[in-house]
């Protein structure tokens, strides 16, 4: 049994200027110590799918409008996206079971405190331990996320410490409560390459340590094909391809995954010309009918226009939204 | 000055003082290009590429002089006006009237989209103010200009009128680039053009940028952390640590054969985008250390996993090893790095 399941999650923003469905029919599964990636532009609502399982969507504007986010523990499945968002259960549940690290580690840190009172305030408050017990313990998750002199860091405040050390103050603040689940929100974009190579590495040596299952939500196709197993392509709120990480970079069957892969410059292969997708992607206020990505595909048919392709396998355990590969 | 160069620099520094107290007393210097040399060839693309806070982006604009060198030689070859000759001119010693004269022949792309264009000024506006500054043609002529610049970049006229809050982040980067060439300039700095963009736009630019070199035979410092992107555009490439460049060669000796082992772990360390491409990955040790106190002799020594006891104690040289090829390291043909011929596509 998946450890989270997403069947046709919704997630709906209401502004002044429309409606954004930014998260619109979306159903996938995370195993148990799984690393599952999620990959697409900004816009394509990964985060705010993402902030709809930590029950973060700011409401209003936002409402999760359909669909279930189930979370199966201990025996029990629990649906997260109708738990209040506010209440006992989804507290007790966040930060502690299923916990988050966000791209920017300086405006997620608060600045006028230290780095131990706020691990601290996260082990306080999900596990019944005293105050003296858990500097201890913050202490101990700094020496494990590889932060030299966590006796004395713990005393710091986030400005003293590098954007990199930042960002393992914030995994040892995820991992403080043990969660089976962590979501990575781009927690390397705003790092140097040397120092992005760090923190894979860390998160990959934790993942194995701790058999946490992640989600590792990031624009960068380098960055998955390194450290995840499974893969997720969105576009504009939808899925529109799946499958497993080699599979999905040695044969994608949805042009704007073709696009993508074709669109990067690459270390291992001398590409020439590059070949860019076509146009924008459209306002999310004005999706185009159909597929999504009809305005923009190089192989687009009469049917696109018309209708949305359903998420369909085309290879076993390989699927792809697209026409080209649905009878109709 | 050899006669294909267009750009010469050498010794180039730029330290910005450090105050403190009431007296706002010097305390120190961030050494933030710590003698640079250089040239750039006319029609090549040079790659400069580092981490934040290399001074790559300092070295652009003081190349510039957007900000003042501290010291060293900056030799241009200048056109000069009306009758097509050139002459070779020292931009760190040019005066405000020279200066100006230079600014017709280097321009710049800045990195965000967002906050380089003035929001109350419409494009024809934004486009058309270098050509208003220099006092170039009137003002349909002017006008012309500027239609067949949007052309170039792939806006069309209609664009004219409005302002930049009205394109997305790829359209506005094509606004810059516009302006960037409405002088008809010899060498354009663009300070990572692209990183401020998706990928599929990034690619859009790039492709941009290619032709536009070829059609006005543009010659580009091209300024980025992303070496894939860098090993695309560049004919050489210059890697900087600390405010040095510590390897300067043409794209693929440096890449399938690089001399300096910052150069080898910065290559290992950019995830690649194939799962089956397995890399020996060098993950460095520690953070880049603060340049307002570089570490004693070779800077990389305190995060170089060959360091001998005498990298601590003398600076090595920034020298010639083989053609073109420049290392800043004591024991370069010592080691025996690894580039991306060594990583093996299963």
Redesign the interface.
Known sequence: MPLIELNDLKTYFYTEDGVVKAVDGVSFDIDKQQTLGVVG??GCGKSVTALSIMGLVPMPPGRIEGGEILYHRNGESLDLASLDPKGKKMRSIRGNEIAMIFQEPMTSLNPVFTIGNQIMEAITLHQDVGKKEAKTLAIQMLEEVGIPLPAQRVDEYPHQL?G??RQRAMIAMALSCNPTMLIADEPTTAL???????I??LMGDLQDEFDTSIMFIT????????ITSYVVVMYLGKIVESGE??EI??NPTMPYTQ??????????VD?G?????KG??PDPYDVPDGCPFNNRCPHVMDICKKEDPPLEEVVEGHKSSCWLHIDH | MEPDRLLDVSGMKKYFPVRKGVFRRVVGHVKAVDNVDMFIREGETLGLVGESGCGKTTAGRTILRLIEPTAGQMLFRSEELGNGERKVVDIAQAGKKELKRLRRDMQIIFQDPYSSLNPRMTVASIVGEPLVVHGIGSKSERNDRVKELLRAVGLTENHMKRYPHEFSGGQRQRIGVARALALDPQLIIADEPVSALDVSIQAQVLNRLDDLQDEFGLTYLFIAHDLSVIKHISDRVAVMYLGQIVELSSVDKLFTDPQHPYTEALMSAVPVANPDFETERIVLEGDVPSPVDPPSGCYFHPRCPYSEPDCSEEEPEFREIEDEHYVHCHYAEDLELGGLASMESE
Not at chain 1, 192 to 198: E, F, K, L
Not at chain 1, 219 to 226: P, R
């Open positions: 532009e900004s590098s990199g050390m140097d390459v040397t120092i992005q190579a760090q894979l590495e624009h960068d196709l380098g960055v998955i094909a390194e990480v080699h970079y040695h696009g993508l892969m074709e669109s990067i410059p690459s270390l291992d590409k010309r590059l070949e860019p997708i924008v992607v």
